[in-house]
């Protein structure tokens, strides 16, 4: 398992993660799409990643991609209530991208979409902003460490290349 990337082609469950807003955000919605699952962190050093987020949402939304965002405190690096954590994304980085409530994303209480990642690929984030590409098969395209931006080529070649893709 690597911290920058690996590719596989392992078959992920379409999973409900409860959404920020209230209610849930259904993958299964997304069937046909590609998709990128970043597990994220408001006082980490890759924060500012939240702004790149942002960008690759609205650049490739509209062909289809979504992007969710998945706060987790695995690390000891979010803030303490789903609150305060969309409060911070709205105020400081504009955020209007689905995000979850504050989930595990590592070890026995993993939301079941990262236990499915690593079950079928072997990858777990090693730390906040990991990132994983669903293809629109259902299928882990990619996965990619937090020293890769959202807008690296490594990703956008990715997601243009899923968007391609029939469904």
Same mark, same amino acid.
């Given at each position: ?47 500012? @990643?939240?702004?790149?987020? @942002? ?21 000891? @690096? ?41 079950? @079928? ?47």
């Amino acid at each position: 398992m690597s911290l920058f990337t690996s590719t596989a082609s392992a078959e992920i469950p379409y999973v409900e993660f409860p959404s920020i807003d209230g209610g849930n955000v259904n993958t299964a919605e997304w069937r046909g799409k590609p998709y990128l699952v970043v597990n994220t962190a408001s006082r980490c050093g890759f924060t500012s @990643q939240y702004s790149a987020m @942002q960008k690759l949402y609205n650049k490739y939304n509209d062909r289809g991609f979504n992007l969710l965002a998945v706060p987790s405190d695995d690390f000891n @690096q979010e803030l303490s209530t789903d609150t305060e954590v969309k409060d911070f994304c709205e105020l400081t980085y504009g955020l209007d991208i689905p995000m979850t409530t504050r989930l595990s994303i590592k070890g026995d209480n993993a939301h079941p979409f990262y236990k499915a990642v690593k079950s @079928q690929d072997g990858f777990v984030p090693l730390w906040n902003f990991s990132k994983v590409l669903i293809g629109a098969e259902g299928k882990v395209l990619g996965t990619w460490g937090p020293l890769t931006g959202p807008l690296s080529p490594k990703i956008t070649n990715a997601i243009e290349a899923a968007l391609l893709e029939p469904s």
